[in-house]
């Protein structure tokens, strides 16, 4: 099995910066790609930032230029730096993993798994 275990949220002031990590384990297995999602009470869950495992990056458009997305694969984790950040970020933030089978490890698989979710609240 494979577990997302998110870390880093909170309450920041307007302007300011926090980092979000979140940290794949479990069984063997090759990342396609990670990232982030959020929703705010009331709205659809939205795609906030993805990393491929060829580096390959994509943002929404309200987060590019304030937030950076970053992978370290020899820990299976993602990072979101958020700066500048809005009270319109505020949000619970999803982590999301795509994943398959580790090449010669078992029967071919691949699947969607998603963290707990981390309230970030932006706020004076």
């Known amino acids: 099995q494979v577990r997302l275990v998110e870390s880093g949220g909170g309450l920041v002031q307007p302007g300011g910066s926090l980092r979000l990590s979140c940290a794949a384990s479990?069984?063997?297995?090759?990342?396609?790609?990670m990232g982030w999602y959020r929703q705010a009470p009331g709205k659809e869950r939205e795609l906030v930032a993805l990393i491929t495992s060829s580096s390959s990056t994509e943002y929404a458009d309200s987060v590019k230029g304030r937030f950076t997305i970053s992978r370290d694969d020899a820990k299976n984790t993602v990072y979101l730096r958020m700066n500048a950040l809005k009270p319109e970020d505020t949000a619970a933030y999803y982590c999301?993993?795509?994943?398959?089978?580790?090449?010669?490890?078992?029967?071919?698989?691949?699947?969607?798994?998603w963290g707990q979710g981390t309230q970030v609240t932006v706020s004076s």
């Open positions: 999301i993993a795509d994943l398959q089978n580790y090449p010669g490890h078992g029967s071919p698989w691949r699947d969607t798994y």
């Open positions: 479990g069984t063997l297995f090759v990342v396609n790609y």
